[in-house]
């Protein structure tokens, strides 16, 4: 199977589809603004971007993103006002994305896991941490979980994927019709109708960044927003081969309610607009005990930007519980 075939079949978070393509100029690459820090990983150099407050930390974060195989930089927002608070907070690429590509990606989610395992070590290696996971950083939080409970006294899900992917079910058919919606595809347009079988990897690449564009601003309810927003990505943020890997482990061992159910106090933040609503907070509310639920008004998938006041003062809100 092709890169283009697997980016056509890929089951993402941002589950691409050449329906009504939008011809774009290459975005001008955006990145992590904090300092990065380096961990020795088996036998390469893991990066890591912390921000410790200078009279001593509350306690301390990870911030674990999305895709699977997006970069995590689009986070530092979150990492930057937390650690404002007096909190220690880690935020990374994960092994084989972005600032870490060179790392290996056999095991591709015990890799991910081990990842996590070493920055907790390095950072605050004898007492519990809070994992905050947004989209699929949800699920990898949960398989952090599973595999070290002591490790972790709270998880904060935002916008997060359910274990059993309910959420996802219908996810392709309602980003089409908003695309749709927001983009009307012109039908004399006759690249439309071309069906290529050999296909180069710089192409790849320019329909991988065409789609990131196309899609992402349909998860905002603000789609000139989400326009805006999707300008800072570029093809180094997102890799479709290990997208496909990282989901086919998953399924292969997917999270079950009781692994980890009782190993730590849970909180769960989504968007009442966000495609995966009310899907998501149906499945876990059936499946885990829940510290506080809370849906915000008003927004699709990225509620630090279309409703930032609201957000932060509901995270605060979870981490001084």
């Known amino acids: 199977m092709n890169r283009l075939t697997r980016l056509l079949k890929s089951n993402i978070i941002f589950p691409f589809s050449l329906t009504g393509l ?34 001593g930390a509350k306690s301390t974060l990870i911030v674990l993103g999305g895709g699977p195989s997006f970069s995590s930089w689009n986070l530092e927002p979150i990492q930057q006002r937390f650690a404002q608070q007096g909190y220690r907070v880690g935020l990374m690429d994960m092994a084989g994305i972005g600032e870490n590509s060179h790392l290996p990606t056999d095991s591709l989610l015990e890799i991910w896991i081990q990842q996590i395992k070493l920055v907790k070590d390095n950072i605050q290696p004898k007492t519990p941490i809070t994992l905050v996971g947004h989209s699929w950083g ?8 599973r595999e070290y409970p ?10 997060p994927v359910d274990p059993d992917k309910k959420a996802m079910q219908n996810l392709t058919a309602e980003i089409d019709l908003r695309n749709r919606q927001e983009a009307p595809v012109s039908w004399d347009d006759e690249s439309l109708w071309e069906q290529k079988t050999d296909i180069s990897d710089d192409e790849v690449e320019r329909i991988t960044l065409r789609q990131i564009q196309q899609v992402l601003p ?22 479709i081969d290990l997208n496909v890997q990282a989901w086919k482990e998953y ?20 968007c009442e607009q966000d495609y995966l609503m009310p899907y998501n907070k149906l499945a876990f509310e059936q499946g885990l005990q829940f510290n506080r639920i809370e849906v915000i008004d008003g927004c699709g998938h990225f ?18 519980e």
Not at 138 to 145: D, F, H, S
Not at 219 to 238: I, M, P, V
């Open 22 to 55: 939008i011809f774009v100029t290459l975005a001008s690459e955006a990145g992590y603004n904090s300092p990065n820090s380096k961990l020795l990983f088996g036998e390469q150099q893991l990066n890591v971007h912390l921000l410790v407050p200078v009279q």
């Open 138 to 145: 949800g699920l990898m939080a949960l398989l952090y979980l």
């Open 150 to 159: 002591d490790d972790v006294s709270k998880v904060i899900l935002l916008n």
């Open 303 to 320: 509620p630090w930007v279309e409703q930032e006041a609201v957000f932060y003062k509901l995270m605060e809100d979870f981490l001084n």
């Open 251 to 270: 399924d292969a061992n997917p999270i079950k309610y009781q692994e980890v159910e009782g190993k730590a106090e849970f909180y769960f933040l989504e």
């Open 218 to 239: 349909t998860y905002f309810l603000d789609y000139e927003q989400g326009k805006r927003y999707a300008e800072q990505f570029s093809t180094n943020d997102f890799d």
